[in-house]
């Protein structure tokens, strides 16, 4: 199958957002292969009380509708509805007895369902990765084929049409594209929910070009009933624009196709093949050319200097034993953004340090999350107290494998729920309830790293604290506190937790752990 303009070719909008009011900006379709995809959606829910009053006495053995009727002083009729509900839940045979899931539910006071959900995940036709998105309609954009035969836009409301010209991107050799896994797919859906948190735009900015009715679509699913092998090949709405600040090596962005704001991702991707794709390079000249650092060929040279350096900053931090790590790219993703920041000294814009802070912590969950699938997390969950006294096996858990310094309060308020989600939902998004669960799980498991972890540094979990509360507040109202040395701050304490949790010399991180009071152990 090759990426042609045919009549099976559709132009998909789904609300791309500038992070900042654009000064100028050009529209870029990017190819992507899209694949239907149909899996059961979990959804959880608080047990209502009714349901909650009809399981306890089924648990006490009473299962006669009319005798729970009389006790609850409802109707028979709307007994046997919520029986019916049960059933369908799993959570009560057939004879009206509790099963096992449902004791459970009982116990969580949360009720998840499945249903089936179809939707679309959207694959680079060079690299073959997912982007981390799914989306249950294609929602197609208005275009008209221009001169050369290349689609462009038409945007704006009934009453206000604008045609805008596009950049459209193919790729100049035949691909075979290839059907994405169950597990990639179920990755894509976790990342999504989590890239929802640190989407990355001026919500006072409303781009008037764009009828913007596009409502984002959030699932939940940790399995694949099916992928259609024959994609569809599709062109996503993005544009590159520079911003309205006048400050900033960075000078040109593009956005997220799926509306999380400037995407680093998508502009790194652009510059893979941009020697390679006719006209790309003009038309970034033709937007950047009236910056202060005079178009793209200067920008290129400084910025593929970061790129080149970025990889060797994290080597020389950890060592070249990094590089088979699975973090390894993300915290090349943190070093580039960092060395971007160090150029732009302080008076770098706030929004960049708000993504060093976010990228920072993508570090540590990429960290936890590899230590999940090596060590299974399975029924962890199970160990905690259900009543209000769970803190206290959290405080045990985390004493007994060796973090005997002061322990930060945000670990020890996790409610059991969400420690559940992590381990039986793979919800590893969840960074802190994955933590703990991670502590959980070493105290039971005497191979478990963070033990070793825990005899290098008793300290480590304050400093993770440190780097939670500044890459989770990042981009939200009690950001407006953050500075340059925030920047360096995040930066030497997530080299330093890599180091110790993986056993990696730092060279930085003697210097970071002094200021937290000792040397490592």
């Known amino acids: 199958m090759e990426f042609n303009l045919g009549s099976d070719f559709s132009v998909l909008f789904y609300g791309p957002r500038a992070h900042k009011k654009p000064k100028s900006k050009w529209y870029v379709l990017w190819p992507a292969w899209a694949y239907r995809v149909i899996a059961p959606n979990l959804q959880r829910r608080k047990i209502n009380f009714l349901q909650k009053a009809v399981m306890g ?5 009473v299962s006669n509708a009319k005798l729970i009727a009389k006790n609850l002083a409802i109707h028979e009729e709307l007994v046997l509805f919520i029986f ?3 059933n369908n839940y799993g959570y009560l045979d057939s004879k009206g007895i509790l099963t096992k899931i449902g004791k459970q539910a009982l116990d969580d006071e949360i009720l998840t369902t499945e249903n089936m959900v179809a939707g679309y995940v959207f694959q680079d036709p060079w690299k073959e990765d997912l982007w981390p998105r799914f989306v249950t309609d294609l929602s197609y954009a208005k275009t008209e084929l221009n ?9 704006g409301t009934k009453g206000k049409v604008n045609k805008r010209p596009a950049f459209t991107v193919l790729p100049r050799n035949p691909i075979t594209p290839s059907v994405p896994s169950a597990k990639s797919i179920v990755e894509a859906v976790t990342l999504h929910k989590r890239n929802l948190r640190f989407r990355n735009f001026d919500e006072s900015y409303e781009d008037n070009e764009l009828d913007d009715d596009f409502v984002d679509t959030v699932v939940d699913f940790n399995r694949v009933s099916l992928v259609e092998e024959e994609p569809h090949p599709v062109l996503l709405i993005t544009y590159i624009y520079i911003s309205d600040e006048t400050s900033g090596a960075l000078d040109w962005y593009v956005c997220d196709p799926f509306g999380l704001g400037q995407s680093v991702r998508l502009r790194r991707k652009i510059e893979g093949i941009i020697d390679e794709t006719p006209g790309f390079s003009e038309i970034i000249n033709k937007i950047a050319r009236e910056t202060i650092h005079g178009g793209y060929e200067e920008q290129k040279k400084w ?12 080597e020389r931090r950890l060592t070249v034993h990094i590089r088979p790590y699975k973090c390894f790219e993300e915290l090349v993703d943190m070093e580039f953004v960092y060395l971007e920041v160090q150029s732009l000294g302080k008076g770098c814009p706030d929004h960049k340090i708000n993504h060093l802070l976010r990228s920072g912590l993508k570090v540590l969950e990429s960290v936890f999350s590899s230590m999940v699938e090596t060590h299974p997390l399975g029924d962890i969950w199970k160990s905690v107290c259900k009543d209000k006294k769970y803190s206290e096996t959290y405080k045990s858990a985390i004493h007994s494998i060796g973090f005997d310094e002061e322990i930060p309060q945000d670990f020890l308020t996790i409610k059991p729920n969400q420690i559940q989600s992590v381990a039986q939902y793979g919800n590893t998004w969840k960074f802190r309830a994955l933590v703990v669960a991670t502590v959980l799980l070493a105290k039971q498991d005497s191979s478990h790293p963070l033990n070793d972890a825990a005899r290098r540094d008793s300290r480590l979990l304050i400093i993770i604290s440190e780097i939670t509360n500044l890459g989770g507040g990042a981009g ?3 950001s407006d506190d953050i500075s340059f040395d925030d920047a360096e701050s995040q930066v030497n304490n997530v080299y330093l937790v890599v180091s110790i949790i993986l ?3 730092s060279i ?3 210097v970071c752990s002094d200021n937290l009071g000792e040397k490592n152990g």
């Open 84 to 86: 019916s509900e049960l």
């Open 303 to 314: 910025h593929e200097n970061i790129k080149f350096n970025a990889p060797l900053e994290v």
């Open 508 to 510: 930085e991180g003697q």
């Open 147 to 155: 001169n050369e035969g290349y689609p462009s836009l038409v945007l």
């Open 57 to 61: 006495l089924c648990l006490t053995g």
């Open 476 to 478: 939200h109202a009690n």
């Open 503 to 505: 056993g990696l010399s």
